[in-house]
């Protein structure tokens, strides 16, 4: 009796055991995310601090920034830049007209007929990027599907140059990155509670300015992460543009590959990556900053 | 918000069928300006239907629907100036309390300083002064029920829909906020139209109840007379606790186990009936007490105690089982047989309803 307050086996029966379960518990978590943890280690980080230090090597084996200087000194990278830019914002903004009304059609859709359509945004999915992309060749090049219809119904005599151009890699990029929006965007049109729009309109609403008021507002967070995550896919992308632009559209990837693969200049190539990928950081920063990242991150659930 | 400001609702032949399945049967209602009328049913009845066709998010086959002398059946919901409390309030998430509000008042183009004082005393008026700043998800179920009322009488609405909009309420705070609406109505006169499957919180709350099964009205009526009068075998069951007896009835009188049964409502019927027994209508007599007439005998054969009453089962002569209602204290438990011991229970004239046999 006299130790029964003292004795933590009295006071606290089992505690000891308990906490260490709860101990092995937390351990056995961790080891869960090791071998993930260790593979973006060395696959991931490894390589861009390995990029990073090229970057700052001159030619001689010394540090120097020339690579960086050369960046803003020659205008060629800026105009990779810009193209880059240019394909990523143009991409997104088509994709949004193109994506948002076809996501909020299936919205509408009853469940079976939604899935359906919902397997037909992912079919490009299950085929090669390599094998769609000359797909857009076969389409779109001088002696191609739609320019030999237009000629034989008369629409347009000489054939067009839908490829080898901007809009060639435009319209491939668009089409690439499509289902990455439309994703986003369903999902948190699905979660928006169908009852909100019959308030809107008991509350004398017109459907036009119910749907700017109330439904645009709540399925704003997919559309934004689905923007965000179709505008950072451009930045870096390369098959594509590398197919369809022919050589005459040089975003910053293809840039990348033309330094290594012609000119093994790896110390130029990798301040191209490293400016892209700050380029792109920055980005993510202010999309984060500007509209909340757990709404993007938390898109496709009920706010 | 004037008394006036209400409009009464004329419902004829509405008609909604969902493949096989008549959701409206030929639904004819006329609710009176200012009145508090119940759509009271069980789920799959039409009712929701009705209120849904009433907003105008269900189109009818066929039929016609009137606020005042104004044919509504075509009109497009948003311009049917109706207030509607949601069964899940749909409150918009994206706003806060006032601009939940105010929402209504925008759309007709009121003028800010009008909308933040109108905002306000709506507010007061649901007991959420000084909550317009807060958001939605920050409001507990009986707030967000009171901002989705706010926010549906807040434009003066000449006619209020609501939905079940107590169904997702606890029961103490659904009992205070039945007495709340109740009172809310009594002051704003605006004609209501309110949807339940709970007939105790139909009872409390309206001026009439209709009950409603299969799409078709079965009974239009005040509370009291739905409860005491029921028209059909229907609503006696679904409305109370009921048991029912086979009994003969010829020139007028009703006889059940060689006994006569008064009945003070006597319908022009004749044949083999129906005799309708609330369980708390029935006494239990004392066993030697010398009666003639509107005597039960039987045999007591469970007892359950509820609370605050005591549950009695009874096989009577002929079979049938019946269930009484007692008080459960100690006067009342001392009154009651035990379990297997014959009982006699009184019926008074006023409580005994005969409904025709086929159960009409």
């Given amino acids: ?303 | 918000m004037g008394e006036s400001a209400s409009l009464p609702i004329a419902v004829r032949q509405l008609t909604k069928a969902y493949g096989a399945v008549h959701a409206l049967d030929h639904v004819d209602l006329d609710v009176k300006s200012g009145e508090f009328l119940t759509l009271l049913g069980p789920s799959g009845s039409g009712k929701t239907t009705l209120l849904m066709v009433l907003a105008g998010f269900v189109r009818p086959d066929s039929g016609s629907v009137r606020f005042g002398t104004q044919e509504v059946v075509r009109l497009a919901p948003h311009k049917r100036n109706v207030g509607m409390v949601f069964q899940n309030y749909a409150l918009f998430p994206h706003m806060d309390v006032a601009a939940n509000i105010a929402f209504p008042l925008k759309l007709r183009g009121v003028r800010s300083e009008e909308i933040a004082r109108r905002v306000a005393s709506a507010l007061e008026l649901v007991q959420l002064g000084g909550y317009g700043v807060r958001h939605i998800d920050q409001l507990s179920g009986g707030q967000r029920q009171r901002v989705a009322l706010a926010r549906a009488i807040v434009f003066e609405p000449r006619i209020v829909l609501m939905d079940e909009p107590l169904s997702a309420l606890d029961k103490q705070l659904r009992e205070a906020m039945q007495l709340e609406l109740r009172r809310l109505h009594e002051r704003l006169g605006t004609t209501t139209i309110y949807v339940t499957h709970d007939q105790r919180e139909a009872l409390t709350m309206s001026d009439r109840i209709a009950v409603i099964n299969h799409g078709k009205v079965m009974q239009l009526d005040a509370p009291r007379r739905i409860y005491d009068r029921p028209a059909n075998r229907f609503v006696a069951e679904f409305i109370g606790e009921s048991a029912f007896l086979n009994v003969d009835v010829a020139a007028g009188q009703c006889r059940f186990a060689g006994r006569t049964i008064e009945v003070r409502n006597m319908p022009a019927v004749e044949g083999r009936c129906q005799l309708m027994l609330r369980p708390e209508r029935l006494r239990i007599l004392d066993q030697n007490e010398p009666v003639a007439a509107n005597v039960l005998d039987g045999v007591v054969t469970n007892m359950v105690f509820q609370g605050d009453t005591l549950l009695l089962h009874v096989r009577l002569g002929d079979g049938s089982a019946i269930s009484v209602r007692g008080p459960s204290n100690e006067a009342g438990v001392a009154k009651v047989p035990g379990i297997g011991n014959p009982i006699r229970l009184g019926l008074g004239a006023g409580d005994a309803i005969i409904l025709p046999a086929d159960g009409g």
């Fill in chain 1, 1 to 303: 009796m006299r130790a029964h307050s003292k004795d933590p086996t009295l006071s606290a029966p089992n505690a000891a055991g308990l906490a260490l379960d709860a101990r092995r518990e937390r351990w056995i978590m961790l080891g869960l995310t090791a071998p993930a943890l260790s593979l973006v280690t060395i696959i991931m980080i490894a390589p861009i601090v390995w990029l990073f230090s090229l970057s700052l090597l001159a030619d001689d084996g010394t540090f120097s920034l020339e690579h960086y200087r050369r960046l803003l000194e020659q205008p060629s990278y800026r105009r990779n830049f810009i193209v880059t830019f240019e394909i990523s914002l143009l991409t997104t903004a088509i994709a949004i007209a193109l994506g948002y009304p076809l996501a909020y059609v299936l919205a509408q859709l009853p469940r079976r007929a939604a899935s359906l359509c919902l397997i037909a945004v992912l079919l490009p999915f299950w085929t090669s990027l390599l094998v769609r992309t000359y797909a857009w060749l076969v389409l779109l090049q001088r002696q191609g599907l739609i320019n030999k219809w237009g000629i034989a119904h008369g629409w347009w005599s000489e054939p067009l140059a839908l490829v080898h151009n901007f809009s060639g890699t435009l319209i491939g990029t668009v089409h690439i990155m499509l289902p990455f929006l439309i994703l986003p965007v369903y999902g948190t049109m699905k979660s928006i509670d169908g009852s909100l729009m019959n308030a809107a309109a008991n509350l004398g609403a017109s459907p036009a300015r119910a749907f700017w008021s109330v439904y645009f507002p709540l399925s704003l967070p997919g559309l934004m992460a689905g923007a965000l995550i179709v505008f950072i896919l451009s930045l870096g992308f390369y098959v594509t543009p590398a197919v369809l632009g022919g050589g005459k559209v040089s975003m910053v990837s293809n840039r990348i590959a033309n330094d290594i693969e012609i000119f093994f200049n790896w110390g130029a190539a990798s301040a191209l990556g490293v400016v892209l990928l700050t380029l792109t950081l920055i980005v993510v920063y202010a999309a984060a900053r500007l509209l909340g990242l757990s709404r993007i991150a938390g898109a496709g659930h009920a706010p």
